[in-house]
T-cell receptor, first 115, second 116 residues
Framework: GAGVSQTPSNKVTEKGKYVELRCDPI?????LYWYRQSLGQGPEFLIY????????DSGLPNDRFFAVRPEGSVSTLKIQRTERGDSAVYLC?????????????FGPGTRLLVL | AQKVTQAQTEISVVEKEDVTLDCVYE???????LFWYKQPPSGELVFLIR??????QNEISGRYSWNFQKSTSSFNFTITASQVVDSAVYFC?????????????FGQGTTLQVKP
């Protein structure tokens, strides 16, 4: 079956604009994760969904960041009033149940550049 | 606090050389999982291995091998007879227990360059 897909692959926006990043997880995976990877760094956790609910959003840097997963499948990460410091690769991952021993499968990421 | 450290930022080797990537972790949990991922230039993280804290047996998969030592909190990765296709960024990651969310804590990554 298909892996995790993310759209767009690249997004260039201007400071202050609103952006939406989409993630389509592996079919049947109940757990979905968003991570952010800055240049030269490892991915950093943002938010975890179990089904439709955000079970852990402790990694969201501030209230400009918000994510939804209304039907328990596709998720959208939303960033309001973008800042240059938001420029990074945003990675999405999914796993079957979301337990700590499971492997997370990652998408190719969305490269966000805020000018 | 949980932490993963990959002290080697970049490593450059010539094809067919063996290379070891170091990973040191910190956790107060007794139950945890460790992972290695490969990130080729395309950007997608590719899963390589998962190891739980109760299994210290070393593992070998083809040219890849992993050495897990709880006494030194290390989970090192060795590539034998490296190839140009092994060039990538490699990440070590820790999945912590208390949250039970499975979220991963990644190290900074080691960039491996294998020259022909």
């Amino acid at each position: 079956g298909a892996g995790v897909s993310q759209t767009p692959s690249n997004k260039v926006t201007e400071k202050g604009k609103y952006v939406e990043l989409r993630c389509d997880p592996i079919s049947g995976h109940t757990a979905l994760y968003w991570y952010r990877q800055s240049l030269g760094q490892g991915p950093e956790f943002l938010i975890y969904f179990q089904g439709t609910g955000a079970a852990d959003d402790s990694g969201l840097p501030n209230d400009r960041f918000f994510a939804v997963r209304p039907e328990g499948s596709v998720s959208t990460l939303k960033i309001q009033r973008t800042e240059r410091g938001d420029s990074a690769v945003y990675l999405c991952a999914s796993s079957l149940f979301g337990t700590q021993e499971e492997t997370q499968y990652f998408g190719p990421g969305t490269r966000l550049l805020v000018l | 606090a949980q932490k993963v450290t990959q002290a080697q930022t970049e490593i450059s080797v010539v094809e067919k050389e063996d290379v070891t990537l170091d990973c040191v972790y910190e956790t107060r949990d007794t139950t945890y999982y460790l992972f290695w991922y490969k990130q080729p230039p395309s950007g997608e993280l590719v899963f390589l291995i998962r190891r739980n804290s109760f299994d210290e047996q070393n593992e070998i998969s083809g040219r890849y091998s992993w050495n897990f030592q709880k006494s030194t909190s290390s989970f090192n990765f060795t590539i034998t007879a490296s190839q140009v296709v092994d060039s990538a960024v490699y990440f070590c990651a820790l999945s912590e227990a208390p949250s039970n969310t499975g979220k991963l804590i990644f190290g900074q990554g080691t960039t491996l360059q294998v020259k022909p």
